[in-house]
């Protein structure tokens, strides 16, 4: 999870461990190599492709790491792709790449790979980063949109591919042979494809888990945590987190995302799902105020009775520094939880936390919820579409993906190739309980004016955790929000965006399969 505070844009990647890892491992790459003296060896620029060239020398010696693949060289597309063909097609074009302006620089260094394997060449159009969503809406709706590419958080999608200002993709990725059939499909449905088509490649795949410190919750528990039958459903978090809460010593007994907006429908959605909650019906009428619905906010409120100060104001940000920092010995909150607090320069919890299988809610489902994330796109009105495409393809392949997670940056891989490798699960803790659990997978379905509505319900769920309203009155206020918001954007008439069959796949993909534990 890369959401950057203070705004709602998102972190490229690129930033970090990519600009790190690719300037480190392709030598003399910071100008393109066809601009100095004609395209480079493909297979010499491959190889720098590499755990010794890409991860970080501290986390290679910390987890004993050679130069062994973190991934499988037979689905990784720039292994399998075929780069005389792409130069053969493409060299010389250029692609213009929206990306936020503060990582403008580093990501300069990490394309620069890209343009030597393909010769295309790779300009970025820096966006301030606070203002992404509502620059990107200005210029599409000019028609004129001065970038040929664009990365964005996923909770967007359906905002930019409803009026059409995104290109399909499904040409290219047959032609190029794009390994779709490798993202797990809640990925795939929901950060790729709107109304049938391809439109997005999965860029940062996200997933909320349950984390528990072992130092606090082992003796509240009795022994060893077990990863299933430790804390099998909510009511026994609650206990425990209530216990917790009571030992002090600057320990909360719970880390939950309770600040306004998104953040806070994010933890009603994540337990809401396991109540078996859905968001809408088939017309698409919202069903905020089910039973399910109800159950899920009534969790979250008795959770947040034995939350860390500070719960009603805090994001992604003060919920990852209060985990990492030791101040909580439970937290709901994305994956990167888990692997970042293996990292002792980001971490004071190193070997003494779990990360667990999602704990059940009576009468619900197993639905380990799929929220946020990010996705890249080519636009309608690219000059260069096939050159775009062939860019977010090699910086979405499950190598740098892999190897970004062995960075411990934030951005997270979606491939099921690369989740199970065994050498890379030895580096992210929770990745093994990550892969299981998407199998089974809840996400809320990327529409236009999605966003929005969740903005509007986490505001008001906010009023509820801090006691202004009920329970009861935010999701009945929540409803009467989203069926405004929704009437706004067509719903409910001749002119719908998107049908129902077309996002009902993706909302929850555990149906009929047998639970991995």
Request: glycine share 10%; proline share 5%.
């Amino acid at each position: 999870m890369t959401m950057k505070l203070g705004g709602l844009s998102r972190r490229s990647f690129l930033r970090t461990g990519t600009a790190f890892g690719l300037a480190a491992g392709v030598t003399g790459l910071k100008t393109p190599a066809f601009a100095q003296s004609g395209l480079g060896d493909i297979q010499a620029i491959l190889d720098g492709i590499s755990v010794e060239g890409y991860v970080r020398e501290d986390y290679r010696k910390l987890y004993n790491m050679d130069n062994t693949p973190l991934w499988d060289p037979a689905k990784d597309w720039i292994r399998t792709v075929d780069w005389e063909k792409v130069r053969s097609e493409l060299a010389g074009t250029t692609v213009r790449f929206a990306i936020g302006a503060a990582d403008q620089e580093s990501a300069a260094v990490a394309i620069a790979p890209f343009e030597a394997l393909s010769g295309i060449k790779v300009e970025l159009v820096p966006i301030p980063d606070d203002s992404i969503y509502d620059k990107a809406i200005s210029e599409f709706i000019s028609g004129n949109a001065s970038f040929d590419a664009l990365q964005f958080f996923s909770a967007w999608l359906g905002d930019f591919a409803g009026p059409g200002f995104l290109a399909p993709l499904d040409d290219y990725a047959a032609k190029w042979a794009l390994p779709l059939d490798d993202f797990h499909d809640t990925y795939r449905l929901n950060y790729g494809y709107f109304g049938g088509k391809l439109v997005g490649i999965p860029f940062d795949c996200d997933i909320q888990m349950v984390h528990l410190r072992k130092s606090v919750l082992e003796p509240i528990l009795g022994g060893p945590i077990d990863l299933v039958n430790s804390v099998p459903t909510y009511d026994e978090l609650i206990r425990i987190t209530a216990e917790a809460n009571k030992l002090g010593g600057g320990v909360a007994g719970i880390g939950l995302l309770g600040a306004r907006g998104f953040w806070s429908t994010y933890s009603w959605e994540h337990i809401a799902a396991q109540a078996g909650m859905q968001l809408f019906d088939e017309n698409f009428d919202p069903l905020l105020t089910s039973e399910a619905s109800m159950k899920g906010l009534d969790t979250l409120l008795a959770l947040s009775k034995n939350a860390i100060e500070g719960v009603a104001g805090a994001g992604w940000g003060e919920n990852r520094a209060a985990w990492l920092g030791g101040q909580v010995a439970a937290n709901i909150s994305w994956q990167d939880s888990g692997t970042q607090a293996m990292r002792p320069d980001q971490s004071q919890i190193v070997d003494d936390f779990v990360t667990i299988y999602e704990p059940r809610i009576a009468g619900g489902v197993f639905a380990p919820p799929n929220i946020a994330g990010s996705t890249s796109v080519v636009t309608a009105t690219s000059q260069n579409p096939e050159g775009a495409f062939l860019m977010l393809a090699f910086l979405t392949t499950s190598s740098i993906m892999a190897m970004n997670e062995a960075n411990a940056n934030g951005v997270a891989p979606g491939y099921k190739s690369v989740l199970t490798n065994e050498n890379l699960r030895k580096v992210s803790q929770p990745m093994k309980v990550w892969s299981d659990s998407l199998e089974h997978a809840w996400c809320s379905p990327r529409l236009p004016g999605m966003f929005e509505m969740e903005q509007a319900l986490g505001n008001e769920i906010n009023r509820a955790i801090t006691g202004q309203i009920t329970g009861k009155e935010a999701l009945e206020n929540g409803q009467a929000a989203w069926k405004a918001i929704m009437a706004k954007n067509g719903f409910g008439t001749d002119k719908a965006p998107v049908q129902y069959a077309d996002v009902k796949a993706g909302t929850y993909v555990g149906g009929g399969k047998a639970l991995p534990f």
